[in-house]
């Protein structure tokens, strides 16, 4: 049965409402170009075009209601020459009301699972794709949403949108579509941009956790108590979106070698916390690490006993995401063999130190590694395990902060021994400017251009490059783009894999080369 535009709104804090509010919807739309016969079109204020300007273009193509934002709605339809009975609603934040207006059309998916968000800088998708398996390593239907994988109950596919979290209606729709394929658990990536937009609200969260955090997407939140104030809604929303039809225990994992770990806490001081740390005191520690290039080997050490675990996935920022996962599997009453089990059958992660083996006589690895800290993590995995050089490619998104290009440019110079500066996703800044403000920490390290380092904006001109310089024993990092499907250069979204382009480019060496 289809809901009225009164139970839609119903759990909202509505300011005004006009025209008959037992209209039934069929559809909740937010882009005009997408409106359905008997649809509600949502108005957004957007950061580029406001979605007051198009409720014209949607009651054309078939909306019967409106709802949008309090001193816009009005004035919208008055302009644009509407009916002055057109059904709509005004409400003081209209995204924030998508979310939960999306969340009661698809009949509350979040009240019929457990769901499970994961936040943070870096680990956010290993972390969830270990959270997952773990659950599964129990019996448990999991759906996951995540920067790579869209898994809801049946359907399970790449994530091509670019975008980790959903908009809110992608994000409830996959959720019904999870508790339809009889889905218990969802486990849902959750970045600031996400949380502050409210994409994820009204989810009904079971349990969240933290990776870490470092500064990020500063052009965006303007500072770094912004980005983790941010981060920090998803906390703050265990105890605010809780529902009596999921009286079960809310979880907060945190890391404890973060130093805004006790910050997230603070956000939910009233759910069950969990703490996991590879050097400060925790409830979920590792010791005895032993490190290869094709994974860790550790104990695993928690409040119910200890275990051993031989990680697929190298580096100690694994053994970290490792724990979190288990942090949560143990919360929701997992047995350590259940725990070891789930991370012991990850062999990989998409776009995440992903090799490339074509039998040449150097190491090739993908990782999606963009920002100082993860390239730095990357960078300090590698170097031990690499006898002669390491040769990484990167580059930075445009229309961000210059001071996270400058931080990819010092961790380079720090653990790398060549760099090649490529096409990230420029989008409309000039590419060469971009690779330019990176050169500046190599440049004031001592690094000269042509020495140490070159500008080659062709991605695939830049990797190329790369493995024809490579040497027996040397390691080629393509860092930034991981499983990404495609180059954004101006407004054209440009097909592309690092994986396929390296792959590509060492046949070619191969051909070229054959008794290399």
């Known amino acids: 049965m289809p809901k009225t535009l009164a139970q839609l709104t119903a759990s909202l804090q509505v300011t005004q409402a006009r025209g008959d509010q037992q209209v039934p919807i069929l559809a909740v739309c937010d882009d005009s170009r997408a409106v359905k016969p008997g649809a509600l079109f949502v108005a957004v204020p957007g950061y580029r075009v406001d979605g007051h300007r198009f409720i014209g273009d949607a009651v054309r193509t078939g909306a019967v209601a409106v709802l949008g934002q309090s001193g816009h709605l009005e ?4 302009r644009q020459g509407l009916p002055a009975d057109l059904p709509r609603v005004a409400v003081p934040d209209s995204r924030r009301a998508l979310a939960q207006v999306a969340s009661v059309f698809y009949d509350e998916p979040g ?6 968000g994961v936040t943070g800088t870096d680990g956010k998708t290993t972390t969830s794709f270990l ?4 659950l599964r390593a ?7 949403l995540n920067t790579v994988a869209i898994e809801a109950g049946a359907e399970a596919r790449l994530n091509e949108t670019r975008q980790t979290t959903l908009e ?9 579509q999870m508790v339809a394929d009889g889905c218990d658990y969802a486990v849902v990536e959750a970045t600031s941009h996400g949380l502050a937009q409210d994409r994820v609200r009204a989810c009904h969260f079971d349990a969240v956790v933290l990776t870490n955090l470092t500064p990020d997407h500063l052009d965006f939140h303007g500072s770094f108590e912004e980005y983790r104030r941010a981060k920090g809604r998803l906390f703050q929303w265990l105890a605010e979106e809780a529902v009596p039809e999921k009286p079960g225990r809310k979880v907060a994992v945190v890391n404890a070698d973060d130093a805004s770990h006790e910050f997230f806490l603070g956000c939910a001081p009233d759910a069950e916390h969990w703490i996991y740390a590879l050097d400060a005191p925790a409830d979920v520690r590792a010791s005895d690490l032993v490190s290869t290039t094709a994974g860790t080997r550790f104990r695993l050490l928690a409040p119910h006993g200890e275990t051993t675990v031989s990680l697929k996935l190298p580096g100690r920022f694994n053994v970290a995401n490792a724990l979190a996962a288990a942090s949560v599997g143990l919360s929701q009453g997992l047995g350590l063999d259940e725990v070891r089990w789930g991370l012991e059958s990850v062999s990989a992660v998409s776009g995440r130190m992903e090799r490339i083996d074509e ?17 730095d993590t990357v960078l300090a995995t590698l170097r031990p395990t690499i006898p002669g050089r390491i040769i990484v490619v990167f580059g930075a998104v445009g229309g961000r902060d210059r001071p996270r290009r400058f931080g990819l440019g010092r961790a380079a110079a720090r653990l790398a021994d060549f760099a090649i ?9 000039d590419p060469v400017e971009i690779l330019r403000d990176i050169a500046g920490p190599l440049e004031e390290a001592g690094w000269r251009e042509g020495e140490r380092y070159h500008l080659i ?6 990797i190329e490059a790369a493995v024809r310089m490579a040497q027996p024993g040397d390691l080629v990092l393509l860092a930034g783009k991981g499983h990404e499907p495609s180059i954004i250069i101006r407004d054209e979204s440009i097909p592309w894999d690092d994986r396929v382009a390296a792959r590509e480019a060492l046949t070619a060496l191969r051909q070229r080369s054959p008794g290399r």
């Open 168 to 176: 809110a209606l992608q994000m409830q729709q996959s959720l019904a």
């Open 421 to 429: 500066l490529a096409n990230e996703d420029p989008k409309f800044e």
């Open 138 to 144: 129990a019996g448990h239907q999991v759906g996951l």
């Open 457 to 462: 904006p062709d991605r695939r001109a830049a």
């Open 359 to 375: 039998g040449q006589p150097f190491v090739v690895v993908v990782d999606y590694a963009h920002t100082e800290h993860g390239l």
């Open 111 to 116: 009240r019929h699972m457990k769901v499970i």
């Open 131 to 134: 959270i997952a398996a773990i």
């Open 75 to 78: 004035e919208a339809v008055r």
